[in-house]
């Protein structure tokens, strides 16, 4: 009985470790529209090139980087946004901090990975701003 017992405590501690932890795959933040139209951001992987997106009012979307080595690392992430709600523009850039998730998709982002991209305050709805989410 002594021997189960032993064997039963080295399996639980085996499994200490969140399965969410071992299966990690990308590095990704979600954009939550709150303004109520269409916004424009862009971002870039490293030195790679700009990818522009039209996030429609209310939607979501996703950054993810799938992670290619054990490490779970990803290159520098370069943010910008569109802040300048009348016909011009105005890119704004933004530190954005990336989350490990077990997928790519706005549901697999944990806490710290969410960002809210609203009207910046006394600003007569001309501005908008990114916010992270607490």
Do not use: E
């Amino acid at each position: 009985m002594r021997t189960i017992n032993v064997f039963v405590a080295a399996v639980i501690g085996l499994t200490a470790v969140p399965v969410a932890a071992q299966q990690t795959t990308h590095g990704c933040a979600c954009f939550h529209n709150k303004t109520g139209v269409s916004i424009s951001y862009r971002y870039k992987w490293g030195d790679g090139q700009w990818q522009n997106v039209k996030l429609q009012p209310n939607f979501r979307n996703w950054i993810c980087w799938k992670y290619d080595s054990p490490q779970k690392s990803s290159p520098n992430l370069s943010f910008q946004l569109d802040v300048d709600m009348s016909k011009g523009s105005a890119w704004t850039t933004y530190a954005i901090t990336r989350v490990q998730t077990a997928g790519a998709n706005c549901d697999a982002v944990g806490k710290g990975g969410h960002y809210d991209i609203t009207y910046r305050p006394n600003t007569n709805n001309t501005f908008i701003q990114v916010t992270r989410r607490p």
